[in-house]
């Protein structure tokens, strides 16, 4: 196993931010029954959205990205390949209207808290973490941008997004390119299967290999299994 997934999978417990999760929108006590209710729906969004980015980072196979995209195994790498999901999940959840665009709010909330519990995890200095957090907050924003841009694009425009953000504008092999965009395509489709209601309610989310077995095969998924709470 490469040395940073190793590091990060052993040391990093995402769970604990579940009853966390409850303080990102308080409720006023002068809400009664119907904020009760709109709170308790909230809820169910937020443990949902801490789901979906859990699965970002724990049914991602980072090390085929870093071998099949030659990437170094570094945090940069890992937060490249992150964020590549994290906007897949985005773009989905964007569609379900008000609720799913709440969803989105929480599942970048949760991706840099992450981010800095990690980049604490591998002992990086708290001012060189500092900047390079805002850095990495502009680079997100600009490759959401260009990822947007991208899937409403052909696959020459998805190419060329990805060939700036994902590769850094270094990639010399187009057959990497090729890879990454048929990946994105064929992931979104998979994800666009998904019932929406199912999402909000488990936020659990899953993802074609990087190499498909059967090429000829896109599977839909197996509807998730829930309770009436949702959880």
Request: hydrophobic residues 40%; contains cysteine; charged residues 25%.
């Given at each position: 196993?490469?040395?940073?997934?190793?590091?990060?999978?052993?040391?990093?417990?995402?769970?604990?931010?579940?009853?966390?999760?409850?303080?990102?929108?308080?409720?006023?006590?002068?809400?009664?029954?119907?904020?009760?209710?709109?709170?308790?729906?909230?809820?169910?969004?937020?443990?949902?959205?801490?789901?979906?980015?859990?699965?970002?980072?724990?049914?991602?196979?980072?090390?085929?990205?870093?071998?099949?995209?030659?990437?170094?195994?570094?945090?940069?790498?890992?937060?490249?390949?992150?964020?590549?999901?994290?906007?897949?999940?985005?773009?989905?959840?964007?569609?379900?209207?008000?609720?799913?665009?709440?969803?989105?709010?929480?599942?970048?909330?949760?991706?840099?808290?992450?981010?800095?519990?990690?980049?604490?995890?591998?002992g990086v200095n708290s001012y060189i973490l500092k900047k390079n957090m805002i850095l990495m907050?502009?680079?997100?924003?600009?490759?959401?941008?260009?990822?947007?841009?991208?899937?409403?694009?052909?696959?020459?425009?998805?190419?060329?997004?990805?060939?700036?953000?994902?590769?850094?504008?270094?990639?010399?092999?187009?057959?990497?390119?090729?890879?990454?965009?048929?990946?994105?395509?064929?992931q979104m489709q998979y994800l666009d299967s998904m019932n929406g209601e199912d999402l909000l309610?488990?936020?659990?989310?899953?993802?074609?290999?990087?190499?498909?077995?059967?090429?000829?095969?896109?599977?839909?998924?197996?509807?998730?299994?829930?309770?009436?709470?949702?959880?």
């Open positions: 196993m490469a040395l940073l997934v190793r590091v990060l999978k052993s040391r990093i417990n995402i769970s604990p931010w579940v009853p966390a999760c409850s303080r990102l929108v308080p409720m006023s006590s002068t809400q009664g029954q119907w904020g009760r209710a709109l709170s308790g729906t909230f809820q169910k969004i937020k443990i949902a959205a801490l789901r979906m980015y859990t699965s970002c980072v724990e049914k991602t196979d980072f090390e085929e990205f870093f071998l099949r995209c030659q990437m170094p195994d570094t945090f940069n790498s890992w937060f490249l390949i992150t964020l590549l999901h994290v906007w897949m999940c985005l773009v989905r959840m964007k569609q379900e209207g008000r609720s799913g665009k709440y969803m989105c709010r929480i599942i970048v909330h949760f991706m840099w808290e992450d981010v800095e519990q990690r980049g604490r995890v591998m907050t502009n680079n997100f924003y600009a490759a959401i941008l260009g990822y947007d841009e991208g899937i409403l694009s052909d696959d020459h425009g998805l190419a060329a997004a990805l060939w700036r953000t994902f590769f850094n504008q270094k990639c010399e092999d187009p057959r990497q390119l090729e890879l990454l965009v048929e990946y994105v395509r064929k309610l488990t936020g659990e989310v899953s993802w074609r290999p990087l190499v498909e077995k059967n090429p000829q095969s896109i599977l839909r998924p197996h509807s998730p299994s829930y309770n009436d709470e949702g959880l």
